[in-house]
C-alpha cells in the first residue's frame, strides 16, 4: 500500500496527517488503500481550528493567577463532508508552531 499525501478541501495534510486521517477513515469506512481516502475526500472540506489564547490574567483574578509562560494549544484540523451530512473527523495538526 503507498502512503500519500491527501489534499481536503483546500488544505494540504502532512504525511502525518494522512496517515492520522487514513487510519480514522479506515476504521469507519472500511477503505483499504490511500486512492481510496483521496477519493472520499472529494466531497470533504476542512478547517483548521486554532488553539485559544487566553491568559490567566483574563479569567482569573489578577492576584489568584499564577505566573505562566506564552500558552501552547494544540491545533486541530475538522474534516466534514461539504455535500451531505455524514461522519466528520478531528486530526491533530502537524505544525504546531
Excluded: C, W
Amino acid at each position: 500500500m503507498a502512503k500519500q499525501r491527501i489534499t481536503v478541501g483546500y488544505v494540504e495534510l502532512t504525511q502525518d496527517e494522512s496517515d492520522r486521517l487514513f487510519e480514522q477513515v479506515k476504521k469507519s469506512k472500511g477503505i483499504d488503500s490511500y486512492g481510496e481516502l483521496q477519493s472520499l475526500m472529494e466531497d470533504y472540506d476542512a478547517t483548521v481550528e486554532e488553539p485559544v489564547k487566553q491568559p490567566l490574567k483574563e479569567v482569573l483574578d489578577e492576584d489568584e493567577a499564577p505566573e505562566e509562560a506564552s500558552p501552547q494549544g494544540m491545533r486541530y484540523i475538522n474534516i466534514f463532508n461539504a455535500i451531505e451530512a455524514d461522519e466528520s473527523y478531528r486530526i491533530e495538526a502537524s505544525n504546531q508552531e
